[in-house]
C-alpha cells in the first residue's frame, strides 16, 4: 500500500465521510475563488481536468460548474468514496477508482488538481511527477497540501502513533458555536479529546492552569467581516509541533483571542466613539475574563454584571442596551 489513510480500510468510514462532507463545505468558498482565479486567466484553455483524490466529490462537482465546457474526471483510490460522489454529482463526467501508483493513465489533461493527497502518500514525490506526466503541454498542475502532518514522512517525530492522529475522527457533536467551536476544534487537533465539548473544557483548563504571564502568539485574523479559523487552527497545531506543551498553547489560544478583541475594539473605536465594553456570556470566566479585561481596560472602562449571571438574562439585556443606541 502506497499510502497511511486509506478511508475503505476504516470500520468507521462512514463518520469519516460525513467529517469530510462537513471539511468540504468550510472550504467551498477559498476553493470557488480559486478556480475563478484559475480561469480568469486567458492564457489557459483547459477542456480537460482531473481531481486526483477527489474524495466526497464536491470539489469536483464545483470544478464542472466553474468549467462547465471541460470533461471533468473524478480520481480517488476509495471505492466508497467514488460511490458516494456517484450517487450525489452525476454531472461529473468520468469516475475513476484506482491507487495513483498503479493506475495506467490512458489520456491527458488541461488542468490536474489535488488537495491534501500527498501527505497521505508515503511517496509524495513519485505522485507529484505521475500528476506532471498527465499534463497536456501548457497544462496547469495546482496542488494543496500543509505541512502539519509532516510525521507521515517521518515516522519517528513525537507525534507518530500518539492521540494526534485521532483526530483524524472526531465527534463534533456540540451545541457550541463560534469562538468556543474553533476552540473544541483547536483542542481536537492538539489530541486533548476527541470529543469537541471534552476538547474545549481541556483547553479552558490547560489554560487556567498554566504557570505563565505571556503564552505563544497564535492567529486570528479577519477575512470579509468574519473570523477565518484557519490561522488560528494553523499556528497553534505549528506550535504544537515546535514541542511546546499544553498549558502554554491553551494560554495562547486564550490570550491571542483577548488581544484580538482589543484590536477589533480600537478598529470600532476609530469608525465611532466608544463609551466602554460590556462583558457578557458565560465563556467570560477564568483566564478568558482576565486576559479579556486586562487589554480592553487599559482603552475602555468595562462593565461586568455583579448580581446577575454573566449569560441569559444579563446576555438579553446587554443585547438590548446596544441595539438601543445603535
Not at 476544534?185 to 492538539?190: R, T
Request: net charge positive; proline share 4%; charged share 20%.
Amino acid at each position: 500500500m502506497n499510502g497511511r489513510f486509506v478511508l475503505d480500510n476504516r470500520p468507521n468510514y462512514k463518520q469519516e465521510i460525513s467529517r469530510l462532507v462537513r471539511l468540504n463545505n468550510f472550504y467551498h468558498p477559498i476553493t470557488k475563488g480559486l478556480f475563478g482565479q484559475i480561469k480568469a486567466n486567458h492564457k489557459l484553455d483547459i477542456k480537460s481536468i482531473i481531481d486526483i483524490g477527489g474524495g466526497t466529490g464536491h470539489t469536483t462537482a464545483l470544478l464542472k460548474k466553474i468549467f462547465p465546457d471541460a470533461k471533468v474526471t473524478y480520481f480517488d483510490i476509495s471505492t466508497h468514496l467514488m460511490n458516494y460522489a456517484k450517487l450525489h454529482f452525476n454531472e461529473i463526467d468520468y469516475f475513476i477508482q484506482a491507487d495513483i501508483f498503479d493506475c495506467h493513465f490512458t489520456k491527458k489533461y488541461d488542468f490536474v488538481f489535488s488537495r491534501y493527497v500527498l501527505k497521505h502518500l508515503f511517496n509524495p514525490r513519485k505522485a507529484v511527477k505521475i500528476m506532471s506526466n498527465i499534463l497536456n503541454k501548457n497544462g496547469f498542475l495546482c496542488l494543496i497540501d500543509k505541512d502539519v502532518s509532516s510525521n507521515i514522512w517521518y515516522p519517528g517525530f513525537p507525534l507518530y502513533k500518539t492521540k494526534f492522529m485521532n483526530a483524524l475522527n472526531p465527534d463534533l457533536t456540540t451545541q457550541k458555536q463560534g469562538i468556543a467551536y474553533l476552540w473544541g476544534l483547536i483542542g481536537i487537533i492538539l489530541g486533548f479529546d476527541q470529543n469537541i465539548d471534552k476538547a474545549y473544557d481541556k483547553l479552558i483548563e490547560y489554560s487556567n492552569d498554566a504557570l505563565t504571564k505571556k503564552g505563544p502568539r497564535i492567529d486570528y485574523k479577519m477575512e470579509e467581516k468574519n473570523l477565518n479559523p484557519l490561522w488560528a487552527i494553523r499556528t497553534a497545531m505549528s506550535f504544537k509541533l515546535a514541542g511546546v506543551d499544553n498549558y502554554l498553547i491553551s494560554f495562547g489560544v486564550i490570550e491571542s483571542f483577548a488581544e484580538f478583541l482589543n484590536t477589533i475594539y480600537e478598529t470600532l473605536n476609530k469608525e465611532m466613539e466608544l463609551g466602554g465594553a460590556i462583558l457578557v456570556g458565560d465563556m467570560f470566566e477564568g483566564e478568558f475574563l482576565n486576559k479579556t479585561y486586562t487589554n480592553i481596560s487599559k482603552n475602555y472602562p468595562i462593565f461586568i454584571p455583579k448580581s446577575l449571571p454573566m449569560s441569559g438574562a444579563i446576555e438579553a439585556y446587554g443585547s438590548a442596551v446596544i441595539n438601543s443606541k445603535v
